[in-house]
């Protein structure tokens, strides 16, 4: 049988709060595995891949709607009814790599600016010297 966690360490492993994850059930994007006698939700490995595969497509700006039907690709298996999986995945292949793009052009912008923040701390620096 695989080993089952508690919601307070699949939080303590993928770093989200225990309501971030709480909410993603509430929404249908990860259910747990298992309940515990006393209700408590158990999951196993799997379902914390789900958790860090949800949060790798977060910063991307996937919407609930888009990261359901990404996920429902993801999951499936031959003979499941999924409309032209290869084209909406090439689809949301080409989103997440514009949104890269992006997401490399700002960090650029913030690091510029990081560094003219440094630049100018030494030249205060120096002049208080």
Do not use: W
């Not at 919407?63 to 090439?90: C, F, K, S, W, Y």
């Amino acid at each position: 049988m695989a080993e089952h966690m508690q919601i307070g360490e699949v939080a303590e492993r993928t770093g989200l709060s225990l309501r971030t994850i709480r909410y993603y059930e509430e929404v249908g994007l990860v259910v747990p595995s298992a309940r515990s006698q006393g209700g408590f939700r158990l999951y196993n490995e799997p379902d914390v891949a789900r958790l860090l595969l949800i949060m790798r497509m977060k910063p991307l700006g996937f919407q609930l709607d888009e990261m359901r039907e990404l996920l429902a690709i993801l999951d499936a298996t031959p003979g499941d009814q999924v409309p032209d999986p290869e084209a909406r995945l090439r689809e949301f292949a080409g989103i997440a790599e514009q949104r890269c793009d992006e997401l490399r052009s700002r960090l650029r912008n913030a690091e510029e600016f990081a560094g003219t923040l440094r630049s100018r701390l030494d030249d205060v620096a120096r002049r208080g010297s």
